[in-house]
């Protein structure tokens, strides 16, 4: 027990904590040693994985971009052409009703 009353935590022992090495965070080769400046190979290997992954998610959306843009031009297209065709339609009505009249007159 400690003098607040709390119960004392256990000992921190074990492998890991005994046998580091100054400067070291963990045993192995797995963690950066502190002095060498140099990254182990996983983490390179994990960073280059990391970079292609966001290379292929930007590649998808640039190709979900284009693929929206090339749908809007589409649909734009489409609505101009049904203007152009209705346009047309009160082209020939008013033409239709001008030759009415025209015979209408005579």
Do not use: C, F, Y
């Amino acid at each position: 027990m400690w003098k607040n009353g709390e119960e004392r935590p256990p000992p921190r022992v074990g492998g890991d904590i005994q046998m580091r090495a100054l400067g070291m965070k963990r045993r192995g080769s797995r963690v950066q040693d502190a002095g060498s400046g140099e990254a182990p190979k996983h983490e390179d290997e994990a960073k280059q994985a990391e970079q292609e992954v966001e290379e292929a998610e930007q590649e998808v959306e640039e190709a979900e971009q284009e693929e929206e843009a090339e749908q809007e031009d589409e649909e734009a297209e489409q609505q101009q052409e049904e203007s152009e065709q209705e346009m047309k339609k009160k082209w020939m009505r008013q033409q239709s009703r001008r030759r009415e009249w025209q015979q209408l007159e005579r």
